[in-house]
């Protein structure tokens, strides 16, 4: 059965733990639903992680709608959470219109970054969930460096993530912040929190995938990678190209008689 919003935030009501990894493609978006992963989210890291950009601001609309459909296509379980990406909520009708083009294609819910409550309100009245995002905002953040440590911002994230609760947002990321404070937040709301470099005390975590298989070079200290992928894929086409140089492959066993 497929997870909903109401199965995410029944799951912080019950003291279970959300796991949530991004996907941006049919075979990946697949593994992760037959994982029983409870949210997919299909990020604008897809910038760095997919399309070799230096960051999440060149994705565009087009980007997003193609990689949220591909996954989309291979998803039957997990809830599916697509970003809204750079630019794309300047207004509430942007925002309404850009997130409708996202579930026409197979998300369920959007996410966006910072406190917006305006475009909260507009996506809820137009029945389209909504995950906030708080703390580290990649679209817009100078640096990439922890975010809250200083009183004075601290004090301005929990407010952020509180009005994003009040405006009808069903969770919220909380990305890049002192244990401390996802703890603090995480108590304070109702509604889940997920983690990423927010420490354990969120309602769930996110990492993003091509980071915990060990596929993109850049992962921020926060990522604990749990395969080397890359190293794995570099072995098997060197031996496949040696193979070929070699007159090993193809064999009588791949060749059609
Ligand atoms: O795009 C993404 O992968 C994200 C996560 C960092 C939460 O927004």
Excluded: W
Excluded at 25 to 40: G, K, V
Excluded at 57 to 63: I, L, Q
Excluded at 136 to 157: C, D, M, N, W, Y
Aim: glycine fraction near 8%.
């Amino acid at each position: 059965m497929k997870k909903t919003v109401d199965v995410i935030q029944s799951m912080k009501r019950n003291g279970q733990k959300i796991a949530m990894l991004t996907a941006y493609d049919y075979p990946t978006a697949r593994i992760l639903n037959d994982a029983d992963i409870d949210i997919i989210l299909v990020g604008d890291s897809l910038g760095m992680v997919v399309l070799g950009y230096e960051d999440t601001r060149s994705v565009t609309m087009a980007d997003m709608i193609h990689h949220t459909r591909i996954v989309a296509r291979a998803n039957t379980t997990c809830l599916l959470v697509a970003d809204l990406p750079h630019q794309a909520y300047e207004t509430a009708e942007q925002a309404v219109k850009n997130a409708r083009a996202l579930c026409d294609v197979g998300a369920d819910t959007v996410k966006f970054e910072g406190n917006k409550p305006e475009i909260v309100t507009a996506l809820v009245d137009a029945s389209i969930p909504v995950m906030g995002h708080v703390g580290l905002l990649p679209q817009t953040s100078e640096k990439f460096r922890v975010h809250g440590r200083k009183r004075s911002e601290a004090l301005l994230i929990a407010d952020d993530a509180k009005a994003l609760e009040a405006a009808g947002c069903f969770a919220t990321v909380l990305e890049s912040i002192p244990e401390k404070l996802g703890g603090k937040i995480t108590k304070s709301l109702q509604i889940p929190t997920i983690g990423i470099g927010a420490g354990p005390d969120c309602d769930g975590q996110v990492l993003v995938l091509h980071d915990i298989l060990g596929l993109f070079d850049r992962s921020p200290t926060f990522v604990k990678q749990y395969a080397n992928m890359r190293k794995e894929i570099h072995r098997a086409v060197t031996h496949y190209k040696l193979d070929v140089q070699q007159g090993r492959f193809p064999d009588d066993g791949h060749s059609y008689h």
